[in-house]
């Protein structure tokens, strides 16, 4: 598969294109207690096993059900943050969204600028795509502040939703309907 750049802004970028060369990228800015904290499938501490792993798990992954970005600076080229659609099997109508930054990027307004090309990416790939979901932890108001910039809206809350930690965690499900 090529490789595809979109850009963003003056200081990022995102593609499709990942390899075990990001893998010390992703120990650096993926070994964040906060980052963990507010995802379900980031493990903490993060090793380059994991990136190992991962990078494993999406080559197996098909492009009729996820689409993958790593956020890049434009300076560098090196690897700030991801975000990626996992499209239902069930109902390809359906996807869901998903995304992380390392943290010294954070507060700069850079993801819902991210969301939204992904977004538009995903409806001219997925063209019977009418439903993005984002389901966020309860606590994580900023991530909530995020998906209501791109247009998301707030559809209640699923109560303990998600098993993290011997916790049953409440999610706050938002959603984006692609008119």
């Not at 059900?65 to 956020?71: D, E, G, M, V, Y």
């Not at 559809?155 to 916790?167: A, D, P, S, T």
Request: with cysteine; net charge positive.
């Amino acid at each position: 598969m090529t490789s595809s750049r979109y850009e963003i802004d003056d200081e990022i970028y995102i593609t499709n294109l990942l390899t075990n060369e990001d893998i010390p990228s992703f120990v650096k800015y993926l070994n964040n207690p906060t980052i963990y904290t507010n995802t379900l499938k980031i493990p903490y501490p993060y090793s380059t096993n994991d990136g190992e792993d991962f990078i494993k798990f999406l080559k197996s992954e098909s492009l009729n059900s996820t689409r993958f970005f790593t956020i890049r600076l434009q300076a560098n080229n090196e690897l700030i943050g991801a975000c990626g659609l996992h499209r239902s099997v069930k109902n390809e109508r359906r996807t869901e969204i998903g995304y992380w930054l390392g943290e010294p990027y954070w507060h700069r307004g850079l993801m819902p600028k991210v969301i939204k090309k992904v977004i538009e990416i995903g409806k001219n790939e997925w063209k019977n795509l009418v439903r993005i979901e984002a389901q966020i932890f309860h606590w994580n108001k900023a991530s909530m502040r995020v998906v209501e910039k791109c247009g998301f809206t707030f559809e209640g809350i699923l109560r303990k939703r998600v098993h993290k930690n011997g916790q049953d965690i409440d999610v706050h499900s938002y959603a984006l309907i692609l008119e």
